[in-house]
Every structure is written in structure tokens, then in C-alpha cells.
């Protein structure tokens, strides 16, 4: 078998199973659609929600909580060394 047939037949199967997850994440989406009263579209709603969450929030951490976390993380370093 060449290297050109391997890559060839690393990418077919990578496809296939692309397809596969594609196939069982619709079908799984479909089931939950009918069982609740979410669909396609909230989810989309709720990830543009939470990446717009997400972009402002890293930006304004607020200092006490940075000094917390410093505070733990030294903790943790001072245990390390005993």
C-alpha cells in the first residue's frame, strides 16, 4: 500500500464516520425536538448567547475574583513544598 492510498483511505474513513456522527446527532436532535418543546433554532439562540457571554466576561474578571484564585494557587504551591 502507497502513502497516497493510506492518506486516501485516512480521509475516506474520517468521511464516513463525519457522516455517521452527522446522521446520530440528527436523528438524537429529532427525538429531543419531539420530546421538548426546544428545537434546531434555540440552540443556535443559546450559542450566540453564550459566546457573546463568554468574549465579555473573559475581559472583566472581576478583581476579587483573580485575587481568590491567586490566594488558592499559592495555597496549593506552599502544600507542594511541605
Not at 464516520?17 to 419531539?34: G, S, V
Not at 428545537?39 to 474578571?61: M, P
Not at 490566594?71 to 513544598?81: G, P, Q, R, S, T
Request: charged share 20%.
Amino acid at each position: 500500500m502507497t502513502a497516497t492510498s493510506s492518506t486516501g483511505n485516512f480521509l475516506l474513513q474520517n468521511y464516513k464516520q463525519a457522516l455517521d456522527t452527522q446522521t446520530n446527532l440528527c436523528r438524537e436532535l429529532h427525538i429531543f425536538e419531539t420530546s421538548t418543546t426546544f428545537s434546531a433554532a434555540d440552540f443556535l439562540c443559546w450559542h450566540k448567547e453564550e459566546a457573546a457571554f463568554l468574549s465579555i466576561a473573559k475581559w472583566k474578571e472581576p478583581s476579587v475574583l483573580s485575587l481568590k484564585v491567586s490566594y488558592v494557587e499559592a495555597m496549593e504551591d506552599l502544600f507542594e513544598i511541605q
